[in-house]
């Protein structure tokens, strides 16, 4: 049984996760030492990932909607909380059962895979990859994406995307308890013996499945790599022109 799909998705969404904090930390640090007025800087970056944060908080929205979670509040203004991380929307929903409050979380990621997707396949030349998943198709791809038509904005909105997609720590509020839910149905499955019947009918379309989705995340990581050096490179001759550091 395989489970290279499991392996690539946690992975990929690990240095995810941990590419899009750097990246985010250094254009907040550019902003800073441009317009010295942290209000000016958190404004400019959130209109900058604004088309982004408006398709995470109506993901969430909608999927309440279609859960029937009333709504309470909504929000597209920015704001720093007490631990000095920026907020920059928010759908705030009455509090529902377990299951609904994780896919009214999950929604701006599942929202944001398929519209990557969309974006890699038909925008920015990518093959059609989620079939048939093919690493060297995609590297292959890599050099001619340049070259889509209106490759600068569909770049633009990738990254604006792909940078918002992941869920906040608020979205995830409700995974813990429903991860130990569907471990503990996976335990009693294995024991009364459809362990077999799953393992050949179930986990490899499953495994399949996290393939394709990993490749997508692998896309928003060359996304931000591609982002991230030229903007650290760019932040370090900010610095060394005006003499000025944000720590």
Sequence with gaps: M??????????????????????????QIILMLLTK???????????????????HEVSHL??????????????LIPQV???GNIRLGYVETTK?????????????????????????MTKLGFVNFIETPDFQAI????????EAADFGLWFYFAFALSTTMLPSASDRQSWKFLMIVVVTIMGLVLI????????QNIF????????????ILIISILIHFSIFFPALIVRQLISKITGLTVS
Excluded: C, H, T
């Excluded at 007025?37 to 398709?55: D, E």
């Excluded at 590297?139 to 340049?146: F, S, W, Y």
């Design 2 to 27: 395989k489970f290279d799909g499991f392996l690539f998705f946690i992975i990929s969404l690990l240095i995810l996760a941990l590419v899009q904090r750097l990246l985010q930390r250094e254009i």
């Design 37 to 55: 007025n942290p209000n000016l800087a958190i404004g400019i970056f959130s209109l900058l990932l604004l088309p982004g944060v408006f398709i």
């Design 139 to 146: 590297v292959d791809n890599l050099k001619n994406i340049p």
């Design 62 to 75: 909608i999927m309440a909607i279609i859960l029937r979670v009333p709504v309470r509040k909504i929000s």
């Design 204 to 215: 490899p379309f499953l495994n399949q499945w996290l393939l394709s989705i990993s490749l």
């Design 81 to 83: 909380n007490k631990k």
């Design 96 to 120: 529902s059962d377990i299951l609904r409050d994780s896919l009214i979380g999950l929604a701006p990621f599942i929202v944001g895979l398929f519209l990557l997707g969309y974006i890699g």
């Design 192 to 199: 009364s013996g459809f362990g077999d019947w799953m393992a």
